[in-house]
């Protein structure tokens, strides 16, 4: 990860790498938001805001959401 990869100016993305993943995580901030995978695009939807954000390279991906956080896991 960059250090400027965001879903927006204020909403930092982390990333964490393991031998057989990478994982992704934003605090929304919202708890009624939805996240799906469109081909290589994470699409998350906190009304009234959209947001894209590029996946790593990996063979499974999936998204969801829980408390506000986003997660995105992607096995390698």
């Known amino acids: 990860m960059t250090a400027t ?8 993305v982390s990333r964490y790498e ?3 993943s ?3 995580a934003a605090d929304l901030g919202a708890s009624e938001a ?6 290589d695009t994470v699409i998350v939807v ?3 805001e959209q947001y894209d954000l590029a996946l790593p390279e990996g063979e ?8 506000g956080v986003l997660t995105v896991e992607v096995e390698r």
């Open 22 to 24: 990478v994982v992704l």
């Open 60 to 67: 499974d991906a999936r998204a969801f959401i829980k408390n």
């Open 46 to 48: 906190a009304e009234p």
């Open 5 to 12: 990869q965001r879903l927006d100016e204020d909403m930092p």
């Open 18 to 20: 393991y031998d057989d």
């Open 34 to 39: 939805t996240a799906e995978i469109v081909g």
